[in-house]
């Protein structure tokens, strides 16, 4: 199982930066930062994301600025086009988002790494959020296919992801909010 932090949209560098030590002992692999950032404050929170062993995302309209790093990119629902119609830039790693089983498999039949698929739970750092869940046969037919590669999103928490084991029976990757910047010191 790997697992992928994404800072709350509200994240500045400097909480990425106090966040870093307790990601790392989550066992965090990769870091999506979703926030808006002037790239000069960016930069150097991303060479200590990368010091810590732990790979950054950058999204899509970002990742030419910071492409002489080891970063990865994430495809956002909106920019999917981008994965679909026009050469995606080489990146380290691949990410994208998805609502629906149809397009998860579409983009990891395309040149996408990961797939972020959601909602699994209804979502804690997203209140209002009213779309159905995602159907556990879904789940259970995407994570039998590709494993690690489905990324499960949405009202993660460790209960959540205990049951989750318990009811796939198959390797699969989890992404949060809550879960990596929630309640912690």
Do not use: W
Request: charged share 20%.
């Amino acid at each position: 199982m790997k697992f992928f932090a994404i800072t709350p949209e509200t994240f500045a560098a400097k909480d990425v930066d106090h966040s870093l030590n307790f990601i790392c002992r989550k066992k965090v692999g990769f870091l999506y930062i979703r926030f808006n950032m002037h790239t000069e404050h960016l930069q150097p929170v991303l060479k200590k994301i990368i010091s810590k062993d732990i790979m950054p995302l950058v999204p899509y309209n970002r990742y030419e600025t910071y492409k002489d790093l080891p970063v990865g990119l994430h495809i956002r629902t909106s920019d999917q086009d981008v994965a679909f119609t026009k050469q995606v830039p080489p990146a380290a790693v691949i990410t994208a988002s998805s609502h629906d089983a149809e397009t998860a498999v579409r983009l990891l039949n395309q040149n996408v790494d990961y797939v972020f698929i959601s909602p699994v739970f209804k979502p804690l750092s997203k209140q209002a959020d009213t779309r159905n869940l995602l159907s556990r046969s879904c789940i259970q037919l995407l994570v039998k296919e590709y494993g690690e590669r489905i990324v499960l999103l949405g009202g993660m928490s460790e209960e959540g992801i205990a049951q989750l084991e318990n009811e796939l029976n198959n390797d699969f990757s989890v992404a949060g909010v809550t879960m990596f910047f929630g309640n912690h010191p």
